[in-house]
């Protein structure tokens, strides 16, 4: 099993649409939370940095964090065709490291 | 402002050459990073530089990869003779502290033919 699981999609919506994207992690280590959005050929960009549980908004985007339940979301409202991308959460530790990144969601938002 | 800046952006090489690819980091940065992402392997972490601290080279796949930070700044990445599963993209970031949110350079794309 993988430190980071994260549903590779492809995820289809309609323009318009509420996007769930959702990472889940067994190392209770991991305090720090990020989303990248990663277009093709292009390096990560950072979206959105938490480090505790609970919500956190910018915009369109809100980061959700459940430690808990060592689960992470990241929403997207009224998404647009320029939000067709791979997302990816990336976890870090006290030791910070490195990040653990999961594998990718790749998303699609259709006109 | 600037931001972490790789070069080359593609390189392409034989099996068995040398290869360094340089990494920029944002100015000001204390943390600098080296990253791989592959089809099969995702995105992957290979040495991490602090300050002046010795680098945590945990991720390093095999010594013919090695790694250097000049002046606290500018970034080498060397992989010897090279082998065609060294084909990938190597992507830097930095970040201002440890735990801080890291930003990534665009990548070089490494084809080994």
């Known amino acids: 099993q993988k430190e980071v699981e994260q549903d590779p999609g492809p995820l289809s919506v309609p323009e318009g649409a509420i996007v769930s994207l959702n990472c889940t992690y067994s190392n209770s280590a991991f305090q720090y939370f990020m989303w990248y959005r990663q277009y093709s050929r292009k390096g990560p960009e950072l979206l959105m940095y938490?480090?505790?549980?609970g919500n956190k908004e910018d915009g369109r985007f809100t980061a959700q964090v459940d430690k808990s339940s060592k689960y992470i979301s990241l929403f997207i409202r009224d998404s647009q065709p320029s939000d067709s991308a791979t997302y990816l959460c990336a976890l870090l530790d006290n030791a910070g490291n490195m990040l653990t990144f999961g594998g990718g969601t790749r998303l699609m938002v259709k006109p | 402002g600037a931001g972490v800046s790789q070069s080359p952006s593609n390189k392409v090489t034989e099996k068995g050459k040398d290869v360094e690819l340089r990494c920029d980091p944002i100015?000001?940065?204390?943390?600098l990073y080296w990253y791989r992402q592959s089809l099969g392997q995702g995105l992957e972490f290979l040495i991490y530089f602090q300050g002046n601290s010795a680098p945590d080279k945990s991720g390093l796949p095999s010594d013919r990869f090695s790694a250097e930070r000049t002046g606290g700044s500018v970034s080498t990445l060397t992989i010897q003779r090279t082998q065609q599963e060294d084909s990938a993209v190597y992507l830097c970031?930095?970040?201002?502290?440890?735990?801080?949110?890291?930003?990534f350079g665009p990548g070089t794309r490494l084809t080994v033919l």
């Open positions: 100015s000001g940065h204390t943390a």
């Open positions: 938490t480090y505790s549980s």
């Open positions: 970031a930095s970040s201002f502290f440890p735990n801080n949110e890291q930003f």
